[in-house]
């Protein structure tokens, strides 16, 4: 009899603790689902650290991104280092200025053997298309494509990367 109680009890224990877990995921998407919560996007989740895209690109070798975090709060789901400058070259084209000024650097961003900003494709090994006439060359490792992308091509046009942020798996 003591052991049917026992069984018991830990049934009710059981039960409680999956009602608690279940509150709480519908607590979290409800509150997920609220416009206002723009600026919670800046805390990172519980897998994740954000580190500053000025922080250095160093930082970023060995790691998997998860996504980047914008001035204004806007997040980008990005699993990929490929994907995340994408997005940062594409946010960056969104004004006409700096659009402009990626648009005259184009073929003058030089790796060793390839063009590392150029109008087409040509010998690029991983090209991904920014705009009409827009690539960049992605065949790098995160530290190198980081550092490519803010000191030799947002730099260049005056991109103000240094309040973007990029979240990174916590491993």
Same mark, same amino acid.
């Given at each position: ?10 049934r %009710? ?9 279940f509150? $709480? ?5 409800? #509150?997920? *689902? ?6 919670? *996007? ?5 897998? %994740?650290?954000?580190? @500053? ?6 930082i970023?070798?060995? #790691?998997?991104? &998860? ?9 980008t %789901?990005?699993?990929? $280092?490929? *994907? ?6 594409? /946010?960056?084209?969104? /004004?006409?200025d ?27 090994r991983? @090209? ?8 960049? %060359? &992605? ?10 992308? &803010? &000191?030799?091509?947002? /730099?260049?046009?005056?991109y103000?990367? *240094? ?9």
């Amino acid at each position: 009899m003591n052991t049917i109680q026992e069984l018991q009890k830990l049934r %009710e224990e059981l039960i409680r603790e999956i009602d608690e877990k279940f509150d $709480w995921i519908i607590d979290e998407v409800k #509150k997920e *689902s609220v416009p206002s919560r723009q600026k919670e *996007s800046r805390k990172p989740r519980k897998y %994740e650290i954000i580190y @500053p895209l000025n922080v250095g690109a160093g930082i970023f070798k060995g #790691k998997r991104p &998860t996504g980047v975090i914008f001035a204004d709060g806007r997040r980008t %789901e990005n699993p990929t $280092w490929k *994907s995340v400058a994408e997005e940062l070259l594409k /946010d960056c084209c969104k /004004d006409s200025d700096q659009r402009q000024a990626l648009m005259d650097l184009r073929g003058k961003v030089l790796g060793r053997n390839r063009v590392l900003l150029g109008s087409e494709t040509g010998k690029m090994r991983s @090209p991904v298309k920014i705009d009409e006439a827009l690539y960049i %060359e &992605t065949h790098y490792d995160a530290e190198t494509l980081m550092r490519i992308l &803010t &000191t030799r091509i947002l /730099d260049m046009v005056g991109y103000d990367y *240094s309040k973007i942020r990029i979240a990174v798996k916590a491993e």
